[in-house]
């Protein structure tokens, strides 16, 4: 069994940055893609960014420009700045990875509240 602890989360004003983390641990063979995900109120939980084992990177529209996705495949960690924050942007925010053998494991998720 994986497991995903996020941290990072908190309280920002509109224009803030924040930085979130996510460390895998367990049964670990190998990691292949890792991601973040966010759930606002009321929405669907929808892909914030992706990042694969060679560091290939793929955004929400939402989020271009603002975000960046970065991963440590030796400390098998992700992380996620967050630039530019929006009130939009409120949302629990969630680790995914996708162990080779073990398939997809997901993190108990992180509170990111942006204040305008």
């Known amino acids: 069994q994986v497991q995903l602890v996020e941290s990072g989360g908190g309280l920002v004003q509109a224009g803030g940055s924040l930085r979130l983390s996510c460390a895998a641990s367990g049964r670990i063979v190998t990691i292949r893609d890792m991601g973040w995900y966010r759930q606002a109120p009321g929405k669907q939980r929808e892909l914030v960014a992706t990042i694969t084992r060679g560091s290939s990177t793929n955004y929400a529209d939402s989020v271009k420009g603002r975000f960046t996705i970065s991963r440590d495949n030796a400390k098998n960690m992700v992380y996620l700045q967050m630039n530019s924050l929006k009130p939009e942007d409120t949302a629990v925010y969630y680790c995914?990875?996708?162990?080779?053998?073990?398939?997809?494991?997901w993190g108990q998720g992180t509170q990111v509240t942006v204040s305008s």
């Open positions: 995914a990875a996708d162990e080779i053998i073990q398939g997809r494991y």
